[in-house]
């Protein structure tokens, strides 16, 4: 029996925090299993990554990777670290070196990880004092949200429809072959906001044609449903005579969306094929499957002026994430006052 796609993936992301831990000193081991209880698999595995990378550091220095020795110039030093470092890459089957560069907000993370861990050593008493205390985390500047005009998004489905700006007469013969299943999935990102993540995990069952709707399932593991309107509807009904004909490889038979290799498309993929029809159809703007989600959040709080109902659909636990990511669109509504007239002529 096959197992479901969230099984499945948790399956593979316990395995790989499995063999990563082993790698860590004791402490960070024990560690990540005291987290176990409030952070998903796949939260700890990036935690996990990012303890590891520090130990390497530390060893890479000659500092040891006794966590207990640590102190706050070394973790100043892994700070610096992390804007420029090499590491060793698997490439096409061969380990290449590559060079690794962090922005504010990868370093912020890389270093969160590392004073979660110490904070934590010093509550139990393993350590006198917390080396991490008085490092400054990175300033991390709030970005405006990126979505299309209501003009692009229609040129960005008219390229998944009719291959535009596809340049080659096997490229035009490989979109014919998908092109159903590529305008259904951009229409259902677009349509309803959905997370990269959520879709890959969508199975056929999950699908409510009569009701227009779709379970998902959100980041913790919660399951939630999003409804859709009449053009996804129509788009994933042509799909679905396609999908019907489809015979995917063992393990992928419940997969909604499936690659041309008949497995469950990846998420990589689903990236890759949002920016290659962005490529042509929206040039000026770098477009990811994010910025999809955010032209639906534009686009609902312009129609109902409801914050919360746009957090509500999003995903966000906290409204003011919602709020911070859609102040602009507040401020464009604020600027409909300078219409107000004081005197008639």
Not at 174 to 182: A, S, V
Not at 327 to 341: G, P
């Amino acid at each position: 029996m096959a197992l479901d796609y969230q099984t499945e993936t948790r399956l593979r992301v316990t395995e790989k925090l499995r063999e990563l831990s082993e790698k860590l000193p004791e402490a960070a081991r024990l560690y990540l299993r005291y987290i176990a209880d409030s952070r998903q698999p796949l939260t700890r595995l990036g935690y996990a990554r990012d303890l590891a990378l520090f130990f390497d550091f530390l060893s890479e220095r000659g500092y040891g990777a006794d966590p207990v020795k640590v102190k706050p110039d070394m973790i100043i030093e892994f700070s610096e670290y992390l804007a420029l470092y090499e590491r060793a890459r698997k490439i096409g089957g061969k380990t290449v070196t590559v060079a690794v560069s962090n922005s504010a907000r990868g370093k912020s993370r890389k270093l969160s990880a590392v004073r979660s861990f110490y904070r934590w050593m010093y509550r139990r008493g393993q350590i006198v004092t917390d080396p991490t205390a008085l490092i400054e985390m990175p300033r991390i500047s709030s970005k405006n949200v990126v979505a299309l005009e209501p003009n692009e998004a229609a040129d960005l489905l008219d390229a998944a429809e009719f291959g535009d700006g596809i340049p080659t007469d096997r490229g035009m013969a490989l979109h014919e072959e998908r092109k159903e299943r590529d305008l259904a999935l951009l229409s259902l990102l677009l349509g309803t906001g959905m997370r990269v993540s959520e879709c890959v995990g969508i199975d056929l069952a999950h699908l409510d044609m009569e009701s227009s709707a779709v379970k998902v399932t959100r980041k913790g593991g919660a399951e939630t449903v999003l409804y859709f309107g009449e053009e996804v509807a129509a788009a994933l009904r042509s799909y679905l005579v396609k999908r019907a004909a489809m015979k995917p490889l063992p393990g992928h038979e419940n997969a909604l969306f499936i690659s041309r290799k008949r497995t469950r498309l990846r998420q990589r993929q689903i990236e890759y094929l949002v920016k290659n029809y962005a490529r042509g159809a929206v040039p000026i703007k770098t477009i990811t499957p994010h910025k999809l989600r955010s032209t639906f959040g534009t686009n609902l709080y312009r129609e109902t002026g409801d914050i919360y109902l746009v957090a509500d659909v999003l995903g966000h636990k906290d409204v003011n994430t919602t709020t911070a990511r859609y102040a602009k669109v507040d401020e464009n509504r604020r600027r409909l006052a300078r219409t107000l007239r004081l005197r008639e002529d």
